[in-house]
Nanobody, 123 residues
């Protein structure tokens, strides 16, 4: 299981950094990603990074505000979130798996998931 940390409550315009320990699955996955899910909605892909090329992918709603990255030495995945908006409020999950690039935002293709960390943005 992956272990997330870093969620919390901030005001609109604020920043947060989410972290996810991926040690156990670092070598048998080719994509790592962040998803989020608000109550009553489907889980949506926020950002992903290729373990092979470090190429990154973002949902249109967060592009330019969020940055996904990974630290190979620490085997940790990060999501830096700036310019947070109330609509970013959700439970955020990290995920890892072996998948095709075009499916990076599809939850069902990921093999490993964290327990989630809550992000709440107030206006």
């Amino acid at each position: 299981q992956l272990v997330e940390s870093g969620g919390g409550s901030v005001q609109a315009g604020g920043s947060l950094r989410l972290s996810c320990e991926v040690s156990a699955y670092w070598h048998n996955t080719n994509y790592m990603a962040w998803f989020r899910q608000a109550p009553g909605t489907e889980r949506e892909g926020v950002a992903a990074i290729s373990s092979i090329s470090d190429r990154t992918f973002y949902a249109a709603s967060v592009k330019g505000r969020f940055t996904i990255s990974r630290d190979k030495a620490k085997r940790t995945l990060y999501l830096d979130m700036n310019g947070l908006r109330p609509e970013d409020t959700a439970m955020y999950y990290c995920a890892a798996g072996r998948l095709y690039e075009g499916l990076w935002s599809t939850p069902r293709v990921y093999d490993y998931w964290g327990q989630g960390t809550q992000v709440t943005v107030s206006s």
